[in-house]
C-alpha cells in the first residue's frame, strides 16, 4: 500500500532532520553523470579548490557509492544509465539524499528526447533540486547547504519580476 | 584559539560561515531573467518564447510561465525584448520542491 500524502510529507521531515543531526559536520558525496556535457563536474571540482573550500563546511567526496550519503546527480539521465543509477542508489547506506544538479538534471535541456529520460526523477527521488547551467559553485554549496538544512530556501519567495520579491 | 576550540566544542555549527565573505565573482554569473510585467506585451512574450532554446518560458493565456529550473541564463529573452526583462542577480535557487521554480509572470493588458 503507497503511504498518503501527508504520511509521506512528514516522512520527508524526520528524515531531513535526522540528516540535519547525523551529518551536520561530515556528509559524504558521491557524483554521478548520467549523461552531462561535464561543465557540471567542472563546478563540483572547482568547490575542493581553496577559493570555496568545500571542506571547511564538513563536505567530502567519496569515490564509493557504499560510503557516501549524498548523491550528487548532473545530467539528463540517459536512458542507458538508468539501472545503473538505480544500482548507485540502492547501494548508499540510509538516510539518504539525492541532489540534481544543472538544468539538464532538472528536465531543462532535453525535455522530449527518445535517448535520456530528460529528467533525473523519473528514476530517482529526487530531495534537493539545484537549478542552473551550470551551476556556479556558490549556487551548489547553496544547494548542499539546503540539502542538510543548514541553510534556509529561497526560491518559494522569489517571483522573478523586477523590484518585486528580491530580484533585481 | 580559544575561540577556535569553543567554536569546534559546539555541536552542529560549520566551521566557517557560508559565505565566509561576499564573493565579487557572483557579480559575473549569467543569471535568469527578472520580467517586469508592466512592460510585458503579448507580443513581447511570444517573441521571447520563440528564441528561448529550451522549455523554460511558454505563454499560457494572459501569463507568462517562467520555469527557473529549465532557464539556463543564455540571456536571448533579455536580447529579445530588453525593456521588458532583465538579469535577476540570482543564482542561489536551490529548492526542495521542483514546482517552486515555477514562477508565473502577468502580462500588460491581461485579465490578472
Known amino acids: 500500500m503507497n503511504p498518503g500524502p501527508n504520511e509521506t510529507e512528514a516522512a520527508a521531515g524526520q528524515l531531513r532532520e535526522m540528516i540535519a543531526a547525523q551529518f551536520g559536520r561530515s556528509l559524504h558525496i558521491r557524483t554521478l553523470d548520467t549523461g552531462s556535457c561535464a561543465v557540471c563536474e567542472q563546478e563540483i571540482r572547482l568547490l575542493s579548490a581553496p577559493h570555496y573550500d568545500l571542506h571547511r563546511l564538513g563536505f567530502f567526496f567519496t569515490p564509493a557509492p557504499r560510503h557516501a550519503d549524498l548523491l550528487l546527480v548532473t545530467g539528463p539521465m540517459v536512458r542507458a544509465f538508468g539501472v545503473a543509477a538505480r544500482k548507485t542508489y540502492e547501494a548508499m547506506p540510509g538516510p539518504k539524499v539525492v541532489v540534481a544538479t544543472g538544468a539538464c538534471a532538472l528536465g531543462g535541456v532535453y525535455p522530449q528526447d527518445p535517448f535520456v529520460h530528460g529528467n533525473v526523477g523519473e528514476v530517482l527521488p529526487v530531495d534537493v533540486w539545484i537549478p542552473g547551467c551550470p551551476p556556479s559553485p556558490l549556487a551548489l554549496l547553496h544547494g548542499l547547504g539546503v540539502a542538510v538544512g543548514r541553510l534556509a530556501e529561497r526560491t518559494p519567495g522569489l517571483t522573478f519580476i523586477a523590484g518585486e520579491g528580491g530580484a533585481a | ?112
Open chain 2, 1 to 112: 584559539m580559544p575561540f577556535w576550540f569553543a567554536r569546534g566544542l559546539r555541536r552542529g555549527i560549520v566551521t566557517t560561515r557560508y559565505p565566509a565573505r561576499p564573493d565579487q565573482s557572483a557579480a559575473w554569473l549569467p543569471t535568469p531573467p527578472a520580467f517586469r510585467p508592466g512592460q510585458l506585451t503579448r507580443q513581447d512574450a511570444d517573441r521571447m518564447v520563440a528564441v528561448c532554446p529550451g522549455p523554460a518560458l511558454r505563454r499560457r493565456g494572459d501569463t507568462l510561465v517562467f520555469d527557473a529550473g529549465a532557464c539556463t541564463a543564455c540571456g536571448k529573452c533579455i536580447e529579445a525584448a530588453p525593456h521588458a526583462a532583465s538579469s535577476s542577480g540570482e543564482f542561489e535557487l536551490a529548492t526542495t520542491v521542483r514546482s517552486a521554480l515555477i514562477k508565473e509572470i502577468p502580462i500588460r493588458g491581461g485579465l490578472r
